[in-house]
């Protein structure tokens, strides 16, 4: 009618037949799509309907053979070329960002250990009991520390210490504040008459927490790793030319209830603080301790979704960017103010100033 005739088909793979005598090329729109095509009369056909899929010119679909997972077809689909094998390392820029970025909050946390090492006996840091802000700078420390666990090429024991690190020092640090919390509390009621409150402070059975807190986290990643502990596992759907090696968690219930447990020591810490926010300015870091908590929770509650809708290195990036935000949210709302205090305002930082707000 016009000399070259176009017709536009849309074909659906698993019910495609095409006459012999209208063999024709097919052209794709994109990649892995099932339904395409425009087609030129009078031209040899080729049918593309698969990315994994390796066909030779002039063939039917049915002859086309699909290559393996770790390969792809190369552009003029006559050869599988082997995917390249990927992971979030060091030389990579997200992961290069994610690992200067834990540095430089390692060196933060060691610069404010350091100031309160070196002010140990001013009244600001005696006040918030200087030995459990050693411990929980230290657990914070070792919260950045971990996160180098999750860049690089994974191995069996990466794996393993990536998730059983993550969970032992985060537990760590929340027994810590909520041990922190409970001295709020102690050092105002011991002000009070009557001896068992001044027994119990005296005894420091506050500091039973810790332990208990990371007992019972220890148990729970020892039944995960008992029943189903974390290994060496490839991707090759979420990028086409790639295997991206990770580490499978291996029990999804393990890794969640470990979540969930951190998450209920938060919670009880961001309410206890919470409701005594109001005591007298001395012993009020309950503030502090509240606000940290809540910056903990709202990365940990955004975590959820996020990581249940990436997939491949992205993973891995949203896990570590959640360690470090969460670290460095315990570090700022819970230390900051109080280098501020020891380094910028000295005269705040006296004993006579503290009574005098009690």
Same mark, same amino acid.
């Given at each position: 009618m016009f000399g070259?005739?176009?017709?536009? @088909?849309?074909?659906?793979?698993?019910?495609?037949?095409?006459?012999? $005598? @209208?063999? &024709?090329?097919?052209? =794709?729109? *994109? !990649?892995?799509?099932?339904? !395409? *095509?425009?087609?030129?009369?009078? @031209?040899?056909? &080729?049918?593309? =309907?698969?990315?994994?899929? @390796? /066909?030779?010119? $002039?063939?039917?679909?049915?002859? /086309?053979?699909?290559?393996?997972?770790?390969?792809?077809?190369?552009?003029?689909?006559?050869?599988?070329?082997?995917?390249?094998?990927?992971?979030?390392?060091?030389?990579d820029p997200l992961g290069m960002a994610l690992a200067c970025t834990a540095l430089c909050l390692s060196v933060s &946390?060691?610069? !404010?250990?350091?100031?309160?090492?070196?002010?140990?006996?001013?009244?600001?840091?005696?006040?918030?009991?200087? &030995?459990? %802000?050693y411990i929980l700078l230290i657990s914070i420390l070792l919260c950045f520390f971990c996160s180098f666990f999750f860049i690089g090429r994974p191995n069996t024991i990466s794996c393993i210490l990536q998730q059983i690190t993550f969970a032992l020092v985060f537990t760590l640090a929340i027994s810590t504040v909520l041990a922190k919390t409970i001295t709020v509390i102690l050092a105002f009621r011991v002000m009070k008459p009557g001896r068992t409150m001044r027994r119990i402070f005296l005894l420091g059975i506050y500091k039973a927490v810790i332990p208990v807190c990371v007992l019972i986290q220890l148990i729970l990643s020892g039944v995960w790793l008992g029943t189903s502990p974390p290994y060496i596992d490839t991707d090759v759907h979420s990028e086409h030319a790639h295997v991206i090696i990770l580490c499978n968690k291996g029990s999804v219930t393990a890794f969640y209830s470990v979540l969930a447990y951190l998450g209920t020591l938060a919670l009880g810490s961001f309410t206890v603080a919470f409701l005594v926010r109001n005591l007298p300015d001395t012993f009020n870091e309950a503030k502090f301790l509240t606000f940290s908590m809540l910056v903990f929770c709202s990365v940990w509650v955004t975590f959820i979704p996020v990581y249940q809708s990436t997939k491949g290195k992205a993973m891995v990036a949203?896990?570590?960017?959640?360690?470090?935000?969460? %670290?460095? *949210?315990l570090l700022g709302c819970i230390?900051?103010?109080? /280098?501020? !205090?020891?380094?910028?305002?000295p005269d705040k930082n006296s004993l006579r100033c503290l009574k005098n707000k009690i």
């Open positions: 070259v005739q176009v017709l536009l @088909l849309v074909m659906n793979t698993e019910h495609m037949q095409v006459p012999k $005598g @209208l063999q &024709t090329k097919v052209t =794709t729109v *994109g !990649v892995n799509q099932k339904k !395409v *095509g425009l087609q030129l009369i009078g @031209l040899p056909k &080729t049918v593309y =309907t698969d990315s994994s899929l @390796l /066909c030779h010119i $002039g063939s039917d679909q049915q002859e /086309c053979i699909p290559c393996l997972s770790q390969d792809y077809p190369n552009p003029e689909r006559n050869q599988c070329v082997p995917k390249a094998v990927t992971f979030l390392s060091f030389e &946390t060691f610069i !404010v250990l350091g100031i309160f090492l070196k002010h140990r006996e001013s009244a600001i840091v005696k006040a918030n009991n200087k &030995t459990l %802000s949203v896990e570590v960017f959640s360690i470090l935000a969460s %670290s460095a *949210g230390f900051f103010p109080k /280098c501020y !205090v020891i380094l910028l305002r």
